[in-house]
């Protein structure tokens, strides 16, 4: 994501100096005029003008966001609220999910073959899928297994997890190649994590160009049109 996101950084920055340098001057010229503008030159003006005249109140206003946004994920119920919403997520949701499920299935599969006893190598895995809500999932499911129930049996109720790897779960307790299956399935999510990520990142290149042309579009039609307008009288 490196290239992606500087090229939103360069987008905002040009965007940005256009507001704060150009469109300023250019208000003088349609001022003089004493013509009415039409509503998104009207629009773009009052954009710059909040930009100009208020940027050091935007400045720290969104560090104090991402601050506050970053305590609140770090409390309990924000960061199972937070958790939830990026399993929720357009693109992203299920590739947060894959993920998850490709660390779960490799680590239990590895400390099961070291000869760790099933529930401590549960209680590790939680602790390697970097999402809260899966890690309760799996907490619940030590409960469970616990009194008895098999592993599939939890995490198929949950609804978190796919139910091919729940089914082939239960396939490799019964037939006692349960490591070979989580093998099988951490081996499978890893590539498709990997194809994910390259289809991800292949369609937001032309997407972030399609909006910073979007954006330096709409700021020299709403600077162009009204003097072309004006110009024709």
Do not use: C
């Amino acid at each position: 994501l490196a290239y992606p996101t500087l090229m939103i950084i360069i987008g905002i920055s040009l965007i940005s100096v256009l507001m704060v340098a150009v469109v300023p001057n250019v208000v003088s010229i349609f001022q003089s005029m004493n013509e009415a503008l039409p509503w998104y030159t009207a629009l773009l003006i009052a954009t710059s003008d909040f930009l100009s005249g208020y940027w050091w109140i935007l400045f720290p206003s969104l560090f104090l966001g991402a601050y506050w946004f970053r305590r609140w994920t770090k409390t309990p119920n924000g960061k199972l609220k937070w958790h939830a919403f990026l399993l929720r997520a357009p693109v992203f949701g299920k590739l947060v999910q894959m993920l998850a499920v490709a660390r779960f299935a490799r680590t239990l599969a590895t400390l099961l073959a070291a000869g760790v006893a099933l529930l401590p190598a549960m209680d590790i895995v939680r602790n390697v899928l970097g999402n809260a809500v899966l890690e309760k999932v799996v907490v619940d499911a030590i409960g469970s297994i616990r009194e008895g129930q098999s592993i599939a049996e939890p995490l198929k109720k949950s609804g978190r997890f796919p139910p091919l790897v729940t089914h082939m779960i239960s396939v490799g307790e019964k037939s006692g190649k349960l490591e070979g299956m989580l093998e099988s399935v951490a081996d499978a999510y890893d590539a498709a994590v990997e194809a994910r990520v390259q289809v991800v990142t292949s369609l937001l290149e032309p997407l972030i160009i399609v909006f910073m042309g979007a954006g330096v579009a709409f700021i020299a039609m709403a600077i162009l049109m009204p003097l072309i307008q004006m110009s024709s009288f």
